[in-house]
């Protein structure tokens, strides 16, 4: 099996910053593409960022400029770095990622737990 573990979240005053962090771990061949999601309570969940094996990211707009994701092979692990929190970034991060297990031929996706991010004064 595969796991994806985040941490690194928690509260912060507006302004302020965080780096979350996403470990994969279990049969692991090869990782594809990583992401991070967040959902807010009574709204749907979103994209916040991806970044593919190769190292190319992609951004949601409202975070552009101010979050961001890199990984680190070697580790099977994934970072958000976040700066100039705003309120509206309070939310639930979830960690995920394209995986191809030890005997497989075919990626499959995965998601973590989540990590409450919360942004107030």
């Known amino acids: 099996q595969v796991q994806l573990v985040e941490s690194g979240g928690g509260l912060v005053q507006p302004g302020g910053s965080l780096r979350l962090s996403c470990a994969a771990s279990g049969t692991i061949f090869r990782i594809g593409a990583m992401g991070w999601y967040r959902q807010a309570p009574g709204k749907e969940r979103e994209l916040v960022a991806t970044?593919?094996?190769?190292?190319?990211?992609n951004y949601v707009e409202s975070v552009k400029g101010r979050f961001t994701i890199s990984r680190d092979n070697s580790k099977n692990t994934a970072y958000l770095q976040m700066n100039s929190l705003k309120p509206e970034d309070t939310a639930v991060y979830y960690c995920?990622?394209?995986?191809?297990?030890?005997?497989?031929?075919?990626?499959?996706?995965?998601w973590g737990q989540g990590t409450q991010v919360t942004v107030s004064s």
């Open positions: 970044i593919t094996s190769g190292g190319s990211t």
């Open positions: 995920n990622a394209d995986v191809r297990r030890l005997g497989t031929s075919y990626l499959a996706n995965y």
